[in-house]
Nanobody, 122 residues
Framework: QVQLVESGGGLVQAGGSLRLSCAAS????????MGWFRQAPEKERHFIAA????????VYADSVKGRFTISRDNAKNTVYLQMNGLKPEDTAVYYC???????????????WGQGTQVTVSS
């Protein structure tokens, strides 16, 4: 069982930055690929970034590529999402995810966090 708790969301002006954190706990957390998804109001949840177990492999959705950076600190069991150049269309609830494979972390995660709200004002 893996528990995920996100933090770091909030209100920011367009062009600003935020860093989201996801604290993971449970057995063998370091063996899970980790990801971030987001869900805007009245829209489906979408994948935005994933990182492999060692931190060296990352994948991003086109909508955030070049602006967002995913990273992990296995010693702290924490995954981060650095978000720069935020736009109003980035407004959403952001969810941390964990998958037993890199593919599952991107598509059908095994575990989800509760989400943190990010609001970008114009």
């Amino acid at each position: 069982q893996v528990q995920l708790v996100e933090s770091g969301g909030g209100l920011v002006q367009a062009g600003g930055s935020l860093r989201l954190s996801c604290a993971a706990s449970g057995r063998t957390v370091g063996s899970y690929a980790m990801g971030w998804f987001r869900q805007a109001p009245e829209k489906e949840r979408h994948f935005i970034a994933a990182v492999g177990t060692g931190g060296g492999t990352t994948v991003y959705a086109d909508s955030v590529k070049g602006r967002f950076t995913i990273s992990r600190d296995n010693a702290k069991n924490t995954v981060y999402l650095q978000m720069n150049g935020l736009k109003p269309e980035d407004t959403a609830v952001y969810y941390c995810s964990a998958g037993r494979s890199f593919s599952s972390a991107m598509t059908t995660p095994d575990y989800w966090g509760q989400g943190t709200q990010v609001t970008v004002s114009s």
